[in-house]
């Protein structure tokens, strides 16, 4: 059961990842007049440098799953 249990959680994670890349898509949309391009560039980098951080712990993970014998 522990493992079906961490499969379901890596599919949770997959999910949250799945959000990540819609919330990225949000903030590649045009500066409105309110925001100056300096913002929606800080906000770019920030939102991509915590994709990138989630991104490498959830691949180890998912790896590890898929290489454990059943």
């Known amino acids: ?4 249990q961490a499969f379901l959680d ?3 994670q ?10 990225l898509e949000r ?9 100056s391009g300096w913002t929606v560039g ?13 991104h490498g712990g959830q ?3 998912i790896r590890q799953i898929l290489s454990a014998q059943i």
């Open 1 to 4: 059961m522990p493992l079906v």
């Open 10 to 12: 890596d599919l949770a």
């Open 14 to 23: 997959l999910g949250r990842i799945a959000q990540d890349e819609r919330e």
């Open 27 to 35: 903030l590649l949309s045009l500066p409105t007049a309110t925001e």
């Open 42 to 54: 800080y906000r770019l980098a920030l939102s991509v440098a915590k994709h990138n951080t989630s």
């Open 59 to 61: 691949i180890a993970r």
